[in-house]
């Protein structure tokens, strides 16, 4: 079964409005998780690490104030898209691996986002 | 910047070995080998990782050569859900964000009836 659950699987919004997407570790906790997108037959681009407790850390690029992440707990951060456009329109995909050396990481099922 | 370079297609039979190619010449001692593969529309999936010794678990057999610059995935039995994109990647041992996983453009292997 699913170590990664992300939620919404899928959700329409306005252009201008804002939208969360949910990442849950169900069987471990997890100190940090990866917020990736990934636009039609690209590769996934790492947007994001979130680390409990503290700040994230966004790659080059990637407007911070834009996209905020919350890792308020061992077991769940959250991507808040703000002020969508449909520039924004994407597959978003959240990881997470446990807190030992070299554990997997593994992967939510991912959220289609798609701004009108 | 992805540390692997794999071909960018191939095609097998069903019910044949499918076998998938990956450089990786800059592998350091403390890196790691991962496969995971997407099939459309999904999270990627972890397929196996290994270090130095050849692994095997119930979805694949990986492959590691002895200098450790390639490797091969191998799954013994492809059926048409194999149909997917396999990415190789590189990653070391450490914790929390030194541990983050970064994608190059996979191989896209398409099992043909």
């Known amino acids: 079964g699913a170590v990664v659950s992300q939620h919404p699987s899928w959700v329409i919004c306005k252009s201008g409005t804002s939208v969360k997407i949910e990442c849950r570790s169900l069987?471990?906790?997890?100190?940090?998780m990866f917020w990736y997108r990934q636009f039609p037959k690209q590769s996934l681009m790492l947007m994001a690490t979130?680390?409990?407790?503290?700040?994230?850390?966004?790659e080059q690029g990637v407007e911070k104030d834009k996209f905020l992440i919350n890792h308020a707990s061992l077991t769940l951060s959250t991507l808040t898209v703000t002020s969508a456009h449909p520039e924004d329109s994407s597959f978003y995909i959240c990881?997470?691996?446990?807190?030992?050396?070299?554990?997997?990481?593994?992967f939510g099922e991912g959220s289609w986002l798609t701004v009108v | 910047d992805a540390k692997t370079t794999q071909p960018t297609s191939m095609d097998c039979a069903e019910g044949r070995a499918a076998n998938l190619p990956c450089n990786h010449s800059t592998i350091s001692g403390n890196e790691y080998v991962y496969w995971y593969r997407q099939i459309h529309s999904q999270g990627p999936q972890y397929i196996i990782h290994g270090l130095k010794n050849n692994e095997t678990n119930e979805m694949a057999s990986l492959i590691i050569t002895e200098d450790r610059k390639s490797s091969t995935l191998i799954l013994p039995h492809a059926t048409l859900r194999d149909t997917a994109v396999y990415y190789c990647?590189?990653?070391?041992?450490?914790?929390?964000?030194?541990?983050?996983?970064?994608f190059g453009k996979g191989i896209t292997l398409s099992v043909r009836p």
């Open positions: 069987d471990f906790q997890a100190t940090t």
């Open positions: 990881s997470s691996a446990g807190t030992l050396p070299g554990n997997t990481i593994y």
């Open positions: 979130s680390n409990e407790g503290s700040k994230a850390t966004y």
């Open positions: 990647i590189v990653r070391g041992s450490n914790t929390g964000a030194n541990s983050k996983l970064t």
